[in-house]
């Protein structure tokens, strides 16, 4: 859906905000083994991201017919200012992943779903940039960004992590970006 400004950057705010809030609630416990297990989580929610980011693009945005539909306006206008407002994705990671685990291990829960949310605004940073920003060729962002330039531009189906391509390499949906040739 068509977002306005505050809804379309607001995950760079919120999510981070709400990581932060995770990691205070454990602080709060005065306990060094929570904060440990807080730590651990969080980088394991960071690296699951990775996995989520794939899957939710590849099965849910290019096969389900009703967000099929609403991604393609993306493909359809990719500068415009289309997504999910900020408080349905945080709401959708606290229910996915924060409720489910809070009942397991509070700390888990908070340091799991703080790695997700910040997974979450490195995909969205990557996205937004490979989309508006100049990138340097040679630079990182130029790397991903022409791997997504494929799955927008070349009518393949391919290449859907955004922030890392190990899920499309596992899944052998990597499509290879065609350098240039030099005249």
């Known amino acids: 859906m068509r977002l306005n400004k505050i809804l ?41 991201w990775t996995f989520v980011e794939y899957a939710v693009h590849r099965w849910v ?26 408080f349905l994705s945080v709401g959708v990671i606290f229910l996915v992943f924060y ?17 997700i949310l910040l997974g979450y605004v490195a995909y969205m940073l990557v996205h937004h940039a490979s ?10 962002l130029y790397r991903l960004r022409l791997a997504h330039m494929v799955h927008h531009y070349r009518g393949e189906e391919g290449n859907y992590g955004v922030v890392t391509s190990f899920w499309d390499h596992i899944f052998s949906t ?5 350098r240039r040739r030099a005249s």
């Open 174 to 178: 990597y499509v290879e970006p065609q």
């Open 131 to 140: 989309h508006h920003w100049p990138s340097k060729p040679g630079s990182l």
């Open 8 to 48: 379309y950057f607001g995950d760079f705010v919120l999510c981070p905000a709400a990581a932060f809030g995770l990691l205070v609630l454990t602080l709060l416990q005065h306990d060094a083994t929570a904060v440990g297990i807080w730590a651990m989580a969080f980088v394991l929610g960071c690296i699951g």
């Open 99 to 115: 409720v489910p685990l809070y009942f397991a291990n509070h700390a888990f829960a908070g340091g799991f779903t703080s790695g």
């Open 61 to 86: 945005y290019h096969a389900v017919p009703f967000f099929d539909r609403m991604h393609d306006a993306h493909h359809q206008e990719p500068k415009g200012m289309i997504g999910a407002p900020s």
